[in-house]
């Protein structure tokens, strides 16, 4: 089957740093998303992995190995608006492709 | 930017009403898709589209139907709501293109009473 398993929830405080974890199951593959979702809002596109290796955005990084299925979202220098859910995504790189797999998410909190 | 706007933020509806939720974008995408969010379940498909007319099944199509006559715009309908069906529902559209994120609208909190 498919399927993407990631932590539920993590704390960290803030000005560190935090790695959330994603693997993933999937028939094919064609790339991982991350995206940031807010209390009662709705989710925002952060990165987009589909080679393995390190892609840096600010203090945003995304990681991803293709052969071990896995992939991290790692921030750095941490501020309390970075609290929220963080959801993993993987593309199925065969059939439909265009529909995403989701992980339920990693809810983030940040305390001073 | 990609603007994706849903009708409504809130909505009250009561148990057998037929429930339209409007979502339109302004990118020209091939793409768009409909999800709802419940706690603990993250998010689950309902329908999506790939063109005018066309629609597909996602993992919980039971009691919504899509329809999407023109490609910017692109409706869910729940047949007779119940109780069941109270979440948030999220509407996105995405480029052709594998490396083309889902751009969302700030979703709908519907209530069946």
């Known amino acids: 089957g498919q399927n993407i398993d990631q932590p539920t929830e993590m704390t960290a405080t803030e000005g560190a740093i935090v790695q959330i974890n994603c693997t993933y199951q999937?028939?094919?593959?064609?790339?991982l998303f991350w995206y940031q979702q807010h209390a009662g809002e709705a989710p925002t596109f952060l990165s987009y992995?589909?080679l393995d290796g390190l892609e840096e955005k600010g203090r945003f990084s995304s990681f991803l190995s293709r052969s071990k299925g896995y992939s991290y979202l790692l921030l750095k220098e941490l501020q309390m608006k970075d609290s929220a859910s963080y959801l993993c995504?993987?593309?199925?790189?065969?059939?439909?492709?265009?529909?995403?797999?989701w992980g339920l998410g990693t809810s983030l909190a940040v305390n001073p | 930017d990609v603007k994706v706007t849903q009708s409504s933020r809130y909505l009250v509806k009561r148990t057998g009403e037929k429930v339209f939720l409007e979502c339109v974008q302004d990118?020209?995408?091939?793409?768009m898709f409909w999800y709802r969010q419940d706690p603990g379940l993250g998010l689950r498909l309902i329908y999506f589209?790939?063109?005018?007319?066309?629609?597909e099944k996602g993992d919980i199509p039971e009691g919504y139907s899509v329809s999407r006559e023109k490609k910017e715009r692109f409706s869910l309908i729940l047949e007779s709501a119940s109780t069941n069906q109270t979440s948030m529902y999220l509407c996105?559209?995405?480029?052709?293109?594998?490396?083309?994120?889902?751009?969302f609208g700030d979703g709908t909190r519907l209530s069946i009473l």
């Open positions: 992995n589909v």
């Open positions: 995504a993987a593309a199925p790189g065969t059939g439909n492709n265009r529909k995403l797999i």
């Open positions: 996105a559209s995405r480029g052709s293109g594998g490396n083309q994120p889902q751009h």
């Open positions: 999937t028939s094919g593959f064609n790339g």
């Open positions: 990118m020209d995408h091939e793409n």
């Open positions: 589209s790939y063109d005018v007319k066309m629609k």
